[in-house]
């Protein structure tokens, strides 16, 4: 490391445009291609995954990803002449608009049923050419501006569907200057120095916006879920400015020892910087440990958000230590550069607000543990009504025109109109069809069912589809017992007798087969990633403690944050409030990628704890004057990365999108735990109470381990340039 550090900063110039070049290439690179992501979660296999695989054969235009255009009239009906005139003219200017290929409208042909029975509400369905896709939020925009320019007058128009929607999110990232303009203000209270509060940032935009223009261009080769790239790019952030956050704070401790600038950015790089790529490949681990899920959809995910992390690891230890040696001593304040100029180097000692809190929690281990511990059992109480399932436009933001036009949709249809069901069988001969032909009458007395379309056989009398309309919304539990019920008892007896296997498809069926698979395969999931980072933990500490209570606290983190979004989210606690949408359930694939980043970002917090105390142990075998000493010295700087995570994570509840929006809250809600709670309060109080038990390790085992260190050691003296004893005299 400490040779890398030295090239970056001989050649600093080199360095600097190498990052600009590889920015700039990709980004011309991502220019050129476009993007190619996706929002389709079907799982391949599953009931559903079989209803969709046939529809594409035989029904490919009923698949869904058209849009709908919905009309609502309070004073009159939808038929009255100045209504129709109206909305016939915007039909015929969408049908006219690029990449339509179709509007059908309630007021030709067999569009009755489009019209609402009480003849309020009417909506028209629009066919695409080509794949969603294909089409441009700038073709979106039109028709959503032509529809809607057919309003006023007591006449409500809105625009919705599948497509509308999913082209039709915002794309203005306010949410990231806002997180980044808060990580600056934390950063510049944290340093006092303007030019070291702009080094982390700097460094992470151009490793983030690399990684984040790389994923666009990773869509074109792999399946990518269209929320992943703000995912990285949420992520990458956070660690990428902690990443840096930490190396610097390493350098400006070297400036005030007395190091020339180059000594103090390749000590900095040679201690810290191992302690980042150790940090840094854990998470990245912790990402790609959804790939065990063997799920196409988490594969792009965990591959996209892990390589924006691995590159702001790469830019922490080659284009930060560069640009350290460009600002030079600009790095401190001007207060301690005045201050070194006229004192000379001054030992570092761990006064203030985090040494008294260190010997507090000495002198009330067993109290504040017992209060800890009650803050999380209560934040995870709600995780107990965890309901996975889909969000739909119905989740929107009550401005939204999509949720509108769900709303309207809901209210003159009935809430099923939004998630039909569809029911899809293969035919083999006469028997089967005039059995299919005939399910609709039995359908029609199944409790939960609201409308059955008639049967429908392709062209080559091999597949047929039945529409099902059910009485209630698709998000609701009452729709996916609906869903259970069909398969395990109505449908095998109408297939009795007959070579028939009719499958339910549909939005409902498609999630609460998505889900089932996930809660199936999550305990081998969460058990592979605490596994390897209790391993890990293993090695570095070489103690049997260290990595239980580190499991133990991922889970609490985990459990504690998963209740706050259950609240706000599945229960509605604020959400409308926020701009967050209408509560509903929790999306399937949540619970997977939470626990991936939460498990990185803990072990962050954890090894730069614990390796303070585990230093203090191994020169003092004393316990409690180690845990003291750990939590003074790393609490400040534990406590400031925690910070500027957490305002980068909950910025990001202004984008606008609901998925994103979950991931920000949970992860901003558990990173404050984790360090305010869990790391600063917890963690010190448990290992007061267990004493020298924190360090055992069998002796056979710790023969046959092999010893890695994930941090060197600073030449010298210790990390502070005082003496331990110095440093317990002052905390005590």
């Not at 079907?42 to 009309?71: M, N, Q």
């Not at 059908?104 to 009480?118: E, K, V």
């Not at 539990?477 to 009719?502: F, I």
């Not at 000493?629 to 909950?650: D, K, W």
Request: glycine residues 10%; contains cysteine.
């Amino acid at each position: 490391m400490a040779a890398l550090a030295r090239w970056c900063i001989r050649r600093r110039l080199i360095v600097v445009v190498m990052w600009l070049a590889v920015l700039g290439g990709t980004a011309a690179a991502a220019a050129l291609a476009g993007t190619s992501y996706t929002n389709e979660y079907d799982v391949p296999g599953t009931e559903a995954g079989r209803a969709t695989e046939l529809l594409e054969k035989s029904f490919p235009e009923r698949l869904g990803g058209g849009g709908t255009i919905v009309w609502h009239t309070e004073h009159g009906t939808v038929r009255s002449a100045g209504v129709e005139q109206r909305m016939t003219d915007a039909l015929d200017a969408i049908a006219e608009l690029p990449g339509v290929s179709a509007v059908a409208s309630p007021y030709s042909g067999d569009g009755a049923s489009r019209i609402s029975p009480d003849e309020h509400t009417a909506y028209a369905g629009i066919t695409f050419e080509g794949s969603t896709e294909d089409l441009g939020d700038a073709q979106v925009r039109e028709i959503v501006e032509t529809a809607r320019d057919a309003g006023g007058d007591g006449l409500q128009v809105e625009a919705g569907g599948y497509a509308l929607g999913a082209k039709g999110k915002p794309s203005s990232h306010v949410a990231e200057a806002v997180g980044i303009l808060a990580a600056a203000v934390v950063l510049f209270l944290a340093f006092g120095s303007l030019a070291a509060m702009v080094l982390p940032i700097v460094t992470a935009l151009v490793s983030v916006g690399t990684g984040y223009l790389a994923i666009g261009l990773l869509g074109h080769t792999m399946v990518i879920a269209d929320f992943a790239p703000v995912l990285g790019l949420l992520v990458g952030l956070g660690v990428g400015i902690d990443y840096a956050l930490f190396i610097v704070t390493r350098h400006r401790r070297g400036l005030r020892q007395g190091l020339s600038v180059a000594d103090a950015a390749e000590r900095a790089v040679a201690t810290s910087g191992r302690a980042v790529i150790f940090a840094g490949a854990t998470v990245a681990m912790a990402l790609l440990g959804m790939l065990v899920l063997r799920l196409n959809f988490l594969d792009g995910v965990a591959i996209a958000a892990s390589l924006t992390v691995l590159l702001t690891v790469a830019a922490s230890v080659t284009l930060l230590p560069a640009l350290l040696s460009v600002i030079g001593d600009r790095a401190l304040s001007r207060r301690d550069r005045r201050r070194l100029a006229q004192q000379g180097s001054v030992p570092e000692l761990p006064t203030g607000l985090a040494a008294r809190w260190s010997a507090f929690v000495e002198r009330r281990h067993k109290l504040l543990g017992a209060l800890a511990v009650c803050v999380m059992v209560t934040l995870a109480l709600p995780t107990l009504s965890l309901r996975l399932g889909g969000s739909d436009q119905g989740n929107g933001p009550s401005t939204a025109t999509t949720r509108q036009a769900y709303d309207l949709m809901a209210e003159g249809f009935g809430p099923g109109a939004n998630g039909p069901l569809t029911l899809v069988s293969a035919i083999d001969g006469p028997a089967d069809r005039l059995a299919f032909e005939g399910l609709p009458e039995t359908l029609r007395d199944v409790s939960g069912i609201a409308g059955v379309g008639s049967s429908e056989i392709s062209a080559d009398g091999r597949t047929g589809l039945i529409t099902v309309t059910p009485s209630t919304a698709p998000q609701a539990e009452a729709t996916s017992e609906l869903v259970d019920r069909l398969r395990e008892d109505v449908l095998p007896k109408a297939e009795e007798n007959t070579s028939l296997a009719v499958h339910v498809g549909g939005s409902t069926a498609t999630h609460d087969d998505f889900a089932s698979v996930i809660v199936g395969k999550l305990p081998l999931f969460v058990g592979v990633v605490i596994a390897f980072g209790s391993a890990l933990l293993l090695l570095a500490f070489r103690s049997i403690g260290i990595p239980l209570k580190a499991a133990l606290m991922n889970v609490m983190a985990v459990a504690s944050s998963f209740g706050v979004v259950v609240a706000v989210f599945q229960w509605g606690w604020g959400s409308e409030l926020l701009g967050l949408g209408r509560a509903g359930p929790i999306e399937p694939f949540l619970p997977v990628i939470m626990v991936s980043v939460l498990f990185g970002l803990s072990m962050d917090y954890q090894v730069f704890l614990v390796s303070r105390m585990h230093e203090e142990w191994l020169r003092t075998r004393d316990n409690c004057r180690s845990v003291r000493v750990g939590l003074a010295e790393t609490g400040r700087v534990i406590n400031s990365a925690a910070l500027i995570m957490i305002a980068v994570f909950s910025a990001f509840v202004l984008s606008g999108d609901r998925i994103i929006a979950m991931f920000g809250i949970g992860l901003a809600t558990a990173v404050a735990l984790d360090a305010f709670v869990l790391r600063t309060l917890l963690v010190p109080a448990l290992m007061h109470m267990l004493g020298g038990a924190n360090w055992w390790l069998p002796a056979s085992l710790d023969r046959f381990l092999p010893r890695i260190s994930i941090e060197a050691p600073e030449q010298g003296q210790s990390k502070a340039d005082a003496t331990p004893a110095d440093k317990v005299d002052v905390i005590a």
